[in-house]
Each structure stands twice: as C-alpha cells, then as structure tokens.
Nanobody, 126 residues
C-alpha cells in the first residue's frame, strides 16, 4: 500500500507560479508511473500530467501544455508539478495518483489509477 500526500497549494494571482509536491510513503514509488489530476467545483476530475517511473517520458493535457511541468525525485520518493502562468481556470483541487506499476502507457484516465492523495487546493484569482 502506498500513501500519497500533496502540498504546495494556495491562493495566487493570474500569471503567478506554484509548485505542488506529492510525497509518498509506505512503499517506494521509484518503479511507478505517477500522475496529477484536478477537479474544479461541479466538474469531473480531469487529467493534468503524467510521468514515467524513470522520468524519461511525460504527458500533459492540452490545457496545461507549455505552462506546467511534471517531475519526480525517486531518491526523495516524491513527484512534483510546477505550474507557471496560472489562469483562473486552473482553480481546482489537485491530486497526485499512481496505479502502482509501470509499463508502456502513461494513462490519462482516473480509472487507471489505484492510489490517490487527499488533494491540495489551488485558487487563481485577482
């Protein structure tokens, strides 16, 4: 069993940056693909970004491509989401997740992920 805890959320203005962290415990995530998702009020949870176990492959939602960067530090058992040029429409609760494995595909569906953190709120408002 792996436990995930997100941190780093907050209230920022449009154009600002935030770096979210996902700290894992209970099991090493060094061989697991990791993902970030978000859920805005009244909307379904949606894919944001994913990274392979080695960090060599990444995938992004079109809405964040070029503004967000996913990374990981396997020595620290952690993953990160650097968010730049934030927009009001980025306001949501952000979750990190893992399916507890690797493989060829970087999954973008919530159904493919088994382990989730509790989420961290990101609010972008002037």
């Amino acid at each position: 069993q792996v436990q995930l805890v997100e941190s780093g959320g907050g209230l920022v203005q449009p154009g600002d940056s935030l770096r979210l962290s996902c700290s894992a415990s209970g099991r090493t995530i060094s061989t697991y693909h990791m993902g970030w998702f978000r859920q805005a009020p009244g909307k379904e949870r949606e894919f944001v970004a994913a990274i392979s176990w080695s960090g060599g492959r990444t995938a992004y939602a079109d809405s964040v491509k070029g503004r967000f960067t996913i990374s990981r530090d396997n020595d620290k058992n952690a993953a990160y989401l650097q968010m730049d040029s934030l927009k009001p429409e980025d306001t949501a609760v952000y979750y990190c997740a893992t399916r507890g494995g690797n493989g060829i595909a970087l999954y973008t569906s919530t159904d493919a992920y088994s382990y989730w953190g509790q989420g961290t709120q990101v609010t972008v408002s002037s």
